[in-house]
T-cell receptor, first 114, second 114 residues
C-alpha cells in the first residue's frame, strides 16, 4: 500500500494564477480531508469529502477555493487567482469507511505564491 | 464551532525528563482523540490515540489520559530523548460509522536537550 499520495510536493505560482493540488487516498479509503498549515502554525481543517460528495466544507474560504473527489481519480483542491497569503503547506489525509479507523496523512504540497 | 486548545506552545526539557502536553476541547460529542508528531518538513504521524470509553492508554514511553467530564486530555512522554524533539498536535473528532472531521490544536514544539 503506497499510502496517501500528494502531488506535486512543491508548487510555485505567480499571483493570479491557479493552483491544483492532488491527493490520492490510500487503497480502500473513501474519506478524504484537506488541511492547511501556515509556517510555524497548526493544521487548519478545510474540507471533508467522500466519493463525489462534499461532507463538510466549513473550513474552506468562501471565494477562490474549491474541492472535489470524483468517482474516478484523485481528490483535487483548487485555488483560483492565488495571492501571497495562500502560501502554505496543504495536507491531505484519508480514512476507510469503518468506525474506529485512524486517518493517515500525505506528505503535503508546499505552495509558494510569488 | 468546535475548538481544541493546546498548551504549552513551546516546551523545553532535559534528556531523560518527562514532558506533558495538555489539551481541552469544546465539542462534547467528540469521542476520538489522536496525537500526532510532526518533524520539520514532514507529514504528521499518529503516535497514539484514545477513545472516549477509556480513561488512560500507554504505549512504551508515551501515555495519554482523558477526562471527559472536564473535556481535558493530555500526552505524557517519559524518559525523553533528543529524537522526541518535534511538534506535537492533539486533536479531537466525532467518529461515527464512517469518516470524521478532526480538529487540531495549535501544536507544541518540544525541544529535548541532550
Amino acid at each position: 500500500n503506497a499510502g496517501v499520495m500528494q502531488n506535486p510536493r512543491h508548487l510555485v505560482r505567480r499571483r493570479g494564477q491557479e493552483a491544483r493540488l492532488r491527493c490520492s487516498p490510500m487503497k480502500g479509503h473513501s474519506h478524504v480531508y484537506w488541511y492547511r498549515q501556515l509556517p510555524e502554525e497548526g493544521l487548519k481543517f478545510m474540507v471533508y469529502l467522500q466519493k463525489e460528495n462534499i461532507i463538510d466544507e466549513s473550513g474552506m474560504p468562501k471565494e477562490r477555493f474549491s474541492a472535489e473527489f470524483p468517482k474516478e481519480g484523485p481528490s483535487i483542491l483548487r485555488i483560483q487567482q492565488v495571492v501571497r497569503g495562500d502560501s502554505a503547506a496543504y495536507f491531505c489525509a484519508s480514512s476507510p469507511d469503518r468506525a474506529g479507523a485512524e486517518a493517515f496523512f500525505g506528505q503535503g504540497t508546499r505552495l509558494t505564491v510569488v | 464551532g468546535e475548538n481544541v486548545e493546546q498548551h504549552p506552545s513551546t516546551l523545553s526539557v532535559q534528556e531523560g525528563d518527562s514532558a506533558v502536553i495538555k489539551c481541552t476541547y469544546s465539542d462534547s460529542a467528540s469521542n476520538y482523540f489522536p496525537w500526532y508528531k510532526q518533524e520539520l518538513g514532514k507529514r504528521p504521524q499518529l503516535i497514539i490515540d484514545i477513545r472516549s470509553n477509556v480513561g488512560e492508554k500507554k504505549d512504551q514511553r508515551i501515555a495519554v489520559t482523558l477526562n471527559k467530564t472536564a473535556k481535558h486530555f493530555s500526552l505524557h512522554i517519559t524518559e525523553t530523548q533528543p529524537e522526541d524533539s518535534a511538534v506535537y498536535f492533539c486533536a479531537a473528532s466525532n467518529q461515527g460509522t464512517g469518516g470524521f472531521k478532526t480538529i487540531f490544536g495549535a501544536g507544541t514544539r518540544l525541544f529535548v536537550k541532550a
